[in-house]
């Protein structure tokens, strides 16, 4: 079902049914600086760009351009220098939401965490222990 929203780009409002995050209009927009920008990245010469490069040139926000790598539109295997910030570090990663550093960090915790888990539960174990004395009569 669709919602009433806010354009976070103009302020408008519109129908937001999932697909778009902003008005028709704002989409139109976009649509054009995309257009723009892929042209100028197809240029031979400019598929190393960097992004501040490609700001400076055609004069489309980064955040436009991070959406766009992070959608899926502008490939990193085709444009190496393109990604987007790492939620965690804000270093530019090309796939999920952190960086293989932030990535491997995370899994480093992890493994340390379920190590104590498990020594924490090997030490109440051995700490209730059941002892059966036997009268003697």
């Excluded at 992004?51 to 040139?57: A, C, D, L, M, Y």
């Amino acid at each position: 079902m669709a919602e009433i929203k806010d354009c976070p780009s103009c302020g408008n409002f519109f129908n937001f049914t999932g697909i778009r995050d902003v008005c028709a209009n704002c989409a139109k927009d976009e649509e054009k600086q995309y257009e723009e920008v892929y042209r100028f990245l197809r240029r031979r010469e400019n598929r190393a760009a960097t992004i501040e490069r490609i700001v400076e040139v055609t004069g489309v926000t980064e955040t436009l351009l991070h959406k766009w790598v992070r959608k899926g539109r502008l490939q990193p295997a085709l444009f190496p220098n393109l990604g987007y910030p790492c939620d965690n570090c804000g270093k530019l990663t090309a796939k999920g939401k952190l960086c293989e550093t932030c990535t491997a960090e995370l899994k480093s915790e992890l493994r340390t965490f379920d190590a104590a888990q498990e020594f924490r539960e090997a030490v109440t174990k051995n700490d209730t222990g059941t002892y059966l004395a036997e009268k003697k009569l």
